[in-house]
Nanobody, 122 residues
Framework: QVQLVESGGGSVQAGGSLRLSCAASGYTSCMGWFRQAPGKGREGVAVSAGGTTDYVDSVKGRFTISQDNGANTMYLQMNSLKPEDTAMYYC????????????????????WGQGTQVTVSS
């Protein structure tokens, strides 16, 4: 069982930056950030698996994943934030073999954090 603890959300004006953190209680082979805005489904933002990171088109060039493997912590640096980035952000992780092949599928992740709210005002 892996526990995920997120931190770093908050309220900023458009163009501002935030850094989210996701601390895992143990090793995870696949990790991702997902977000959910009110009235919308959960959307994949960025995923890290098999040594590679991928981003949804809407955040490319603005968001960056980094990891401190020694601390089992993943970060999401969010720059040039836009009002449409407003959502609850969730960290997800899994250790299933081959998780990199379904890394964008939120429904398949076993472990989830509690979520952290990001609000961007115009």
């Amino acid at each position: 069982q892996v526990q995920l603890v997120e931190s770093g959300g908050g309220s900023v004006q458009a163009g501002g930056s935030l850094r989210l953190s996701c601390a895992a209680s143990g090793y995870t082979s696949c990790m991702g950030w997902f977000r959910q805005a009110p009235g919308k489904g959960r959307e994949g933002v960025a995923v890290s698996a098999g040594g590679t990171t991928d981003y949804v088109d809407s955040v490319k060039g603005r968001f960056t994943i980094s990891q401190d493997n020694g601390a089992n912590t993943m970060y999401l640096q969010m720059n040039s934030l836009k009002p449409e980035d407003t959502a609850m952000y969730y960290c997800a992780a899994d250790n299933a073999p081959g998780c990199r092949f379904w890394r964008w599928n939120a429904g398949r992740y076993e472990y989830w954090g509690q979520g952290t709210q990001v609000t961007v005002s115009s």
